[in-house]
């Protein structure tokens, strides 16, 4: 019964990574289709993350903001969000400044 348990107990460990790995994929077909609902799923399974108390604190902070970088985009089919952000900036700039994130010319 324990070799039960310990599956469960490992199925849920994985449930942040699993939800993240998910919340990827849908992000990247939605980066590269355009497609909304594609970013709705990731926004979803972000929001699950963000609210999972087994997460790490640093992944439900990210996990958030990526929600509401989502929830923000016109392309959606939501109406934009303002938010006054440095942080995002700054997130933003580091990704970009450490070429981690490359842009089309």
């Known amino acids: 019964m324990s070799h039960i348990t310990d599956n469960l107990t490992l199925q849920h460990k994985q449930q942040p990574t699993r939800m993240v790995a998910g919340a990827l994929a849908y992000l990247a077909r939605h980066m590269e289709t355009g497609c909304p609902r ?4 990731a926004a979803m399974l972000l929001e699950q993350v963000s609210s999972d108390p087994a997460a790490d604190a640093h992944l439900r902070e990210h996990a958030r903001e990526l929600v509401e970088i989502l929830e923000r985009d016109p392309a959606n089919g939501r109406a934009p969000v303002v938010v006054s952000s ?6 933003a700039d580091r990704l970009f400044a450490g070429g ?3 842009v089309a010319a």
Request: hydrophobic share 55%; net charge positive.
């Open 38 to 41: 594609a970013a709705r799923l």
């Open 86 to 91: 440095t942080r995002s900036s700054a997130a």
């Open 100 to 102: 981690a994130v490359k």
